[in-house]
């Protein structure tokens, strides 16, 4: 899944007529960059939640991209659910089995590969080293388990979580952090520090970054 329904405040004014999803950045936008990723990596389906601006990512997109992934939309109408909210009202297009979560406004070398989920776990997260915008960092993290322990990283907006992880949760408007945060405290998520090329385009200085960095080199194992 994709997260591609938020309203970009802090890239406004650029955010006013174009989603962030569909910001140029090299030879794509950011969205066109992780469907390439994702494909590369053996994805062949994606869902792609939606609201604002929503109908422009659709005609950018369709259904079908030219990487070979098939694209399902979650539209989540005028007012966005957040990303726990938007994962929720999604489930029905995402199966019963572990899927990727990624934000659509990242640029990154990460390859996607397989990630294995102990049964007792609800979700793998990859964090990065601190930008100056995180200073404090998200969760801890100690071996590969996550948790309160450990130093603590920056959560780089890309996990593969399991269905599960959302059970009771009513489909409403909601944050995806608190729920990863209660699993991390039972003992059931795991992750990994990635120290290749990752940066996230939340604000016009780091969307600019971004472009002035060109492509990243080759995915990093």
Known sequence: MILAAGRGE?????????????MQAGS??????????LADAGVREAVINLSWLGEAI??????DSRHGIRIHYSDEGDAA????????KALPLLGAEPFWVVN??????????????RPQDLAWLMLVANPAHNPGGDFGLRGSRIGALG?????AGISVLRPALFAGIKD???PLAPLLRTAADAGRVSGKLYEGYW???????????IRSAGAPASPTP
């Not at 794509?28 to 990723?37: D, F, P, Q, R, V």
């Not at 659709?58 to 259904?63: D, F, Q, S, T």
């Not at 940066?199 to 970054?209: F, S």
Request: aromatic share 6%; net charge positive; charged share 30%.
């Open 28 to 37: 794509g936008t950011l969205i066109e960059h992780l469907l390439k990723a």
């Open 151 to 155: 130093a603590r990283h920056t959560f």
């Open 58 to 63: 659709r005609e950018r997109l369709g259904e």
């Open 172 to 174: 409403e408007r909601f």
């Open 104 to 117: 659509a406004d990242l640029r990154t070398d990460f390859p996607f590969s397989a990630v294995h989920l």
């Open 199 to 209: 940066a996230d385009a939340g604000t016009a200085e780091r969307l600019a970054a």
């Open 81 to 88: 659910l957040e990303t726990g909210g938007g994962i929720r």
């Open 10 to 22: 802090r890239l406004r004014p650029l955010s006013d007529r174009l989603p962030k999803a569909l």
